[in-house]
């Protein structure tokens, strides 16, 4: 029998209450901006800028609005070809007056970066598109889509021009009301969530970096996201970002002086303790490790402030 004792979990708190209501408050007024004929993309920065909306809301706002309530149409792809000069495309997606357009950015650290491909400065806060990186593509017009076949043309040559490719413009993506507002174009119109730290080397000082430094690491990484949601710890070995934790046990190559590299990206990076973290994953990583792992192992360690109280 499913157990549905914790699907309200989210609800336990006042202040978990206050994150909810204030969430569903803000998404009703994006839909009220949507409806009014702006891109969803320009919203989502406008919100996030104002602190009305987080990046982690992004995702469930993309699926609730453009999948499920207005039906747009959708394709995802790799980039075959890094991205540097975004001038012409910029150029060509602003012909495409017919059809509203939003592009999701799925960035390997940063996470997800949304787009509206007819406004400049998002691409130039972007800089760069790899090679092989991913990026699903919306098309639709304020409302629920029907089957109409522009929104599929406009995809397939979306994806033709990402890719390095000329096109040629169908006539019949040109004619529309759907024009981007010049004044869009300022930076201020994207939001600032997309910050890094420097990297911070951690050295490794135990007689071999074990199974028991992972756990600790695991639990003062819990302990500090748990404190500031919104940023992620981003761990390098050798060079390669390390997806799981666990493969840094399980390599089994990690010995005394090695050291290993961290930083943090998320919303407005200052004043994260990152002198704390850093001291905390030191001792991690030495042979002092095991007072992290002592106790009930699901209990969130108090290392970086009142964990009542997220910032």
Request: hydrophobic share 35%.
């Amino acid at each position: 029998m499913k157990n549905h004792h914790n699907q309200f979990d989210i609800f336990s708190t006042r202040d978990e209450c206050n994150q909810v209501k204030r969430y569903l408050e803000s998404v009703l007024f994006i839909i009220e901006d949507f409806e009014e004929y702006e891109n969803l993309a320009n919203i989502i920065h406008r919100f996030i800028n104002e602190n009305l909306i987080q990046q982690k809301h992004i995702s469930s706002i993309i699926s609730l609005l453009l999948i499920d309530k207005y039906q747009y149409h959708y394709s995802s792809f790799n980039i075959q070809n890094d991205i540097t000069n975004f001038e012409p495309i910029v150029k060509e997606f602003r012909k495409w007056k017919a059809i509203d357009l939003v592009f999701i950015y799925f960035h390997p650290e940063l996470g997800i970066f949304p787009i509206n491909p007819k406004n400049k400065a998002h691409w130039n806060r972007i800089k760069l598109l790899k090679q092989t990186e991913f990026i699903t593509l919306y098309a639709g017009r304020f409302q629920e889509t029907d089957g109409d076949e522009i929104y599929d043309i406009a995809i397939e040559k979306a994806i033709t021009l990402l890719n390095g490719k000329k096109i040629k413009t169908p006539e019949i993506l040109m004619t529309g009301e759907y024009e981007e507002d010049d004044e869009e174009e300022d930076e201020v119109s994207v939001s600032s969530f997309l910050e890094e730290s420097p990297f911070y080397g951690i050295p490794v000082s135990n007689n071999q970096f074990h199974n028991g430094n992972v756990e600790a690491w695991k639990k003062i990484i819990r302990s500090y996201t748990h404190v500031y949601p919104n940023v992620r710890v981003i761990i390098y070995y050798a060079k390669e970002e390390i997806k799981d934790i666990d493969a840094l046990f399980q390599w089994g190559k990690i010995k005394p002086g090695t050291v290993i590299n961290i930083k943090i990206i998320g919303e407005d990076l200052r004043n994260k303790q990152m002198s704390a973290l850093v001291y905390h994953l030191k001792e991690g990583a030495s042979p002092f490790f095991e007072r992290y792992i002592k106790g009930n192992p699901r209990m969130v360690l108090r290392l970086f402030g009142d964990i009542t109280k997220r910032r």
